[in-house]
């Protein structure tokens, strides 16, 4: 079992910065890579970053030179850093992760509770 719980949310005009976290109740070591999503009112849950246990990470397009994604193995924590934000930024963050299952042989997902970032332009 693994708890996620994102914090850092908030309003934010256009061009600002925010950075978000998220806090696992486990080693994130034993963990798969740890990734961030996003979902706007009315639309699909997209992809917006990922951090692997040796570091390499991935951004989607539409972040690419303005978030960056980090992770602090002794407390357990991935922060999402987000510059240059804009209105289209809006949306509920999530991060997410798998832990393998000894006793199956499969990775289950888990999902924290989400924090709001509202961009105002």
């Known amino acids: 079992q693994v708890q996620l719980v994102e914090s850092g949310g908030g309003l934010v005009q256009a061009g600002g910065s925010l950075r978000l976290s998220c806090v696992a109740s486990?080693?994130?070591?034993?963990?798969?890579?740890i990734r961030w999503y996003r979902q706007a009112p009315g639309e699909l849950r997209e992809f917006v970053a990922s951090?692997?246990?040796?570091?390499?990470?991935n951004y989607a397009d539409s972040v690419k030179g303005r978030f960056t994604i980090s992770r602090d193995n002794a407390k357990n924590t991935v922060d999402l850093q987000m510059n240059s934000l804009k209105p289209g930024d809006t949306a509920v963050y999530f991060c997410?992760?798998?832990?393998?299952?000894?006793?199956?042989?499969?990775?289950?997902?888990?999902w924290g509770q989400g924090t709001q970032v509202t961009v105002s332009s």
């Open positions: 997410s992760t798998d832990l393998y299952q000894k006793v199956t042989m499969t990775w289950r997902n888990y």
């Open positions: 486990r080693s994130i070591f034993s963990l798969n890579a």
């Open positions: 951090i692997t246990s040796d570091g390499s990470t």
